[in-house]
């Protein structure tokens, strides 16, 4: 059962006697976990009928005592655990598990890790209840998912647009859902949500970001790949090397990939990059400007260049430094050390 079925039961009145909301993915635990606290019982009915717990400073036998309660003037009452993985003992909520309230709903977040599926509380969560694992999306899914996100609130995004802030945050969905809240804050009644949106309110440079540089390697401009880095060297909180090592990984990783397609039309590789034109556009410059061979060195030099930015092999030199090398030798062909 997905989030997504879950709170489309619980809009039609359907409920389980308890939820058990695991894995790495925070974002769809906590988007189950607000609702739950914000619209299973009303506002008038909440002092009376919803109970709130945290696993680092509940005990097991007050979470119990409040599950085994009645709703008092409502037709049920809601019972949350959250972050249930600091808790101690949470295998004493079998013996409610095993015999639950149907008057009650429990929703437990267990979040960054699963249960034991050989358990004895598994085994009954699953027989009793609902248990939901919370996967963490794939990389190459963040910018189809947040395209998806923003078209939900009713908004649309430019593909720029869209590459600017899916490569600023990456892989942190709870991250990119309050930036897009905050964009429909700050754009009132307008729609249409552009890079120059991206700049001015998340405070992503439209000209040095790692889509530029990627841009600037495509074309093998070294001058423009230099003022990027030179960027990143002033405003190291822009663009951490930790995040834009593995980026160029994976981008040229993927070039790799289309030089053993037969088919390198435009059209077969727009699934490889979310049908999005830029990114596609800049594939191609790739494909013209570096060989299979070249590509190849490049992936050694990203590997030897995160080792020193990581202290192996380097005696010294500054994280600026690292990446203008490293640009200069992806572009000027430098044969891997």
């Known amino acids: 059962m997905s989030a997504l079925t879950i709170l489309s039961d619980w809009g039609k009145n359907i409920f389980k006697p308890f939820y058990w ?8 635990i906590d988007e189950v976990m607000d609702y739950a606290e914000k619209k299973i019982v009303s506002e008038s009915e909440a002092p009376f009928n919803l109970s709130i717990f945290y696993g680092k ?20 009452q809601v019972v949350l655990l959250k972050e249930a993985q600091q808790m101690k003992d949470i295998d004493k909520l079998e013996s409610y598990v095993e015999k639950p309230l149907s008057s009650t709903v429990l929703v437990v977040s267990y979040k960054g890790k699963t249960l034991d599926g050989r358990s004895r509380l598994s085994k ?5 209840g609902e248990v939901f694992l919370s996967k963490r999306i794939y990389d190459n899914q963040l910018p189809s998912w947040t395209n998806g996100y923003a078209q939900s609130k009713g908004y649309q995004i430019t ?5 600017l802030l899916v490569d600023h945050i990456g892989n942190d969905l709870n991250r990119i859902a309050n930036e897009i809240e905050k964009l429909s804050i700050n754009l009132g009644a307008e729609k249409n949500i552009t890079e120059d949106d991206i700049e001015k309110y998340i405070g992503v440079s439209k000209e040095y970001n790692i889509f530029e540089l990627q841009y600037a390697l495509s074309k093998k401009d070294l001058p423009k790949a230099i003022r990027i880095v030179q ?8 663009v951490p090397i930790q995040l834009l090592l593995p980026s160029l990984y994976n981008y040229f990783t993927k070039i790799m990939v ?55 092999k380097n005696y010294g030199t500054s994280t600026g430094s690292l990446l203008k090398e490293m640009v200069y030798k992806i572009i000027k062909g430098v044969v891997y050390s």
């Not at 097991?60 to 085994?68: I, K």
């Not at 009954?124 to 009793?128: A, G, M, P, V």
């Not at 490049?298 to 990581?310: A, Q, T």
Request: proline share 5%.
């Open 21 to 28: 909301l695991e894995g790495e993915e925070e974002f769809y």
């Open 231 to 238: 960027y990143f060297e002033a405003n190291p909180k822009a």
């Open 57 to 76: 400073d509940a005990g097991w036998a007050d979470v119990l005592n409040a599950c085994r309660r009645y709703p008092m003037f409502a037709e049920r």
């Open 124 to 128: 009954l969560l699953k027989k009793n």
């Open 258 to 312: 289309i030089y053993q397609m037969n088919d390198k039309s435009e059209k077969a590789l727009r699934p490889l990059f979310y049908n999005n034109p830029l990114l596609v556009q800049q594939a191609m410059d790739m494909l013209m400007n570096y060989s299979y061979k070249e590509a190849e060195q490049v992936i050694m030099l990203l590997h030897e260049y995160n080792l020193k930015s990581v202290g192996i």
């Open 159 to 163: 593909p720029r647009a869209l590459t």
